[in-house]
């Protein structure tokens, strides 16, 4: 099948767009939507950096960063000194179990100012707002979280 390359680089400003909507600098979005449906999936950072307009300098920072937060992985090829990238296979599980480990640390945080305030206090209600938010949040999305692995290991052919 062949790739409408105008659509495509449509979808991945429109990707760079929704993360760059989140708070993400522009070249941490467009390098992980470009490499998420680059071809070949491994990249060097010449590669990448022609691709997403970007200098080699603020990409090694951008690589570094995607890394870190497990969505992007490094791998190399025997003979060949470069490294090259791509969208580690369980990076948007990854995501999502991130963003939850967040939300347990801002309950957590939420949780101590109420007990500082005192729980039933006036000045603890927005606090306490929050804390409820959040620990229900958690307590629906852990159990989805356990079926998504099961999932993901049941597909993998995994016990």
């Known amino acids: 099948m062949t ?4 659509r495509l ?21 467009r390098t ?4 998420t449906v680059c071809d070949p999936p491994e ?13 080699r300098g603020s990409l090694t920072s951008t690589l570094r960063v995607l890394s870190t937060a497990g969505l992007v992985r490094s791998v190399t090829r025997p003979g060949d000194r ?25 309950a957590d945080l939420a949780g101590e100012g109420v007990e500082i305030l005192g729980a039933r206090s ?9 804390y409820e938010l959040y620990r229900f949040l958690i307590e629906e999305s852990e159990p989805l979280w356990r079926r998504w692995e099961e999932r993901t290991k049941a597909r993998k052919g995994r016990p």
């Open 82 to 106: 470069s490294t090259y990238y791509r969208v580690a296979e369980d990076a948007w599980a990854n995501s999502w179990h991130e963003q939850l480990a967040g939300l347990k640390a801002f």
């Open 32 to 35: 992980l939507a470009w490499l």
């Open 122 to 130: 006036a000045r603890a209600a927005r606090v306490r707002n929050a």
């Open 3 to 6: 790739v409408d390359e105008e």
């Open 43 to 55: 990249q060097s950072p010449a590669q990448i950096s022609e691709a997403v307009q970007a200098s």
């Open 9 to 29: 680089q449509g979808w991945i400003a429109d990707i760079t767009s929704h993360f760059v909507r989140r708070g993400w600098p522009p070249i941490t979005a």
